[in-house]
């Protein structure tokens, strides 16, 4: 096992922990083409690649356990209303990743990748900012600014398992 699929879960529940304290301590931010969208888009993105690491590395039971470690983190690291809306807009979004990611994981992991973000940003996005916000006033900036994340954790993942085989 390498070191990536190692740290996979840890990464995941502390990026779940870093996007509530962004969310809280940060506030709204830009995300590029004039749209903005709340600071925690910056870690979201990554933990939705790194929720799939973790799957690919240990299996479903322990990414439940994962998830379910993430949603508590967000019950203690942000105030009540933005925790609650963050442990659930996780623990739906990262259960829809999952679904989707599953049985597309099979095909490859760069299609199965693609396609559970996908679902998982945007599940995520809409759950957390109706919750949190009671508006789905910065869902173009949230798809965004995860997407944009996203990329670059995938981008990442490919150039460290292609220097991984060339090595």
């Given at each position: ?84 809306a963050s ?7 990262e259960l ?72």
């Open positions: 096992m390498n070191r990536l699929n190692i740290l996979a879960p840890a990464a995941y529940i502390a990026t779940i922990g870093a996007a509530n304290w962004a969310v809280a301590n940060v506030g709204i931010i830009p995300v590029g083409f004039g749209l903005m969208a709340p600071a925690g888009v910056l870690f979201v993105g990554l933990a939705f690649t790194l929720r799939d690491l973790t799957q690919d590395a240990y299996g479903k039971v322990v990414t439940i356990a994962a998830i379910l470690a993430g949603a508590l983190l967000s019950l203690l690291i942000s105030t009540p209303a933005l925790a609650l442990a659930a807009a996780f623990l739906f979004s829809a990743d999952m679904a989707v990611y599953t049985p597309l994981r099979k095909r490859g992991w760069l299609r199965a990748i693609a396609a559970s973000n996908i679902v998982g940003l945007v599940v995520d996005s809409v759950l957390f900012l109706w919750l949190a916000f009671g508006s789905l006033t910065f869902l173009a900036g949230q798809i965004w600014g995860k997407a944009i994340m996203t990329l670059a954790a995938v981008a990442v993942v490919r150039l460290y398992r292609a220097r991984r085989v060339l090595t």
